[in-house]
């Protein structure tokens, strides 16, 4: 029902911006939990941003203030605005849906989520 596809990645400056993109198919106007996900090498996957069918954000301390999640219903796509970008934020980004949902109380669960994305890397360099 709902298929997820990355775009965007690649390298950046420490201190620098880049913008993932998230192409969401299979989305209705019912309004999804959409989320941004990352998994840094040899570490867990870890929720980065939320946004709910009401268009309530939710973003993890690390990144509060830097990143911005937004989507653009028309083009069925869902963003990651990365300013300020530090090396710790070097890791694969996943987007990620959860249809049955329209918020999440827990947002950054990963069991909530059931579709996701293949992943897309970015490398911030010092």
């Known amino acids: 029902q709902v298929h997820l596809m990355e775009s965007g990645g690649g390298s950046a400056q420490s201190g620098g911006s880049h913008t993932l993109a998230c192409e969401v198919s299979?989305?209705?106007?019912?309004?999804?939990?959409l989320g941004w996900f990352r998994q840094a090498p040899g570490k867990e996957r870890e929720g980065v941003a939320v946004?709910?069918?009401?268009?309530?954000?939710h973003y993890v301390d690390s990144v509060k203030g830097r990143f911005t999640i937004s989507l653009d219903k028309a083009k069925k796509t869902l963003y990651l605005r990365m300013n300020s970008l530090k090396p710790e934020d070097t890791a694969v980004y996943y987007c990620?849906?959860?249809?049955?949902?329209?918020?999440?109380?827990?947002?950054?669960?990963?069991?909530?989520?059931?579709?996701w994305g293949k992943g897309t890397q970015v490398t911030v360099s010092s």
């Open positions: 946004l709910d069918g009401n268009d309530m954000t």
């Open positions: 990620a849906a959860d249809p049955r949902k329209y918020w999440l109380l827990r947002p950054f669960t990963l069991s909530e989520y059931n579709y």
């Open positions: 299979g989305y209705t106007v019912g309004g999804y939990c």
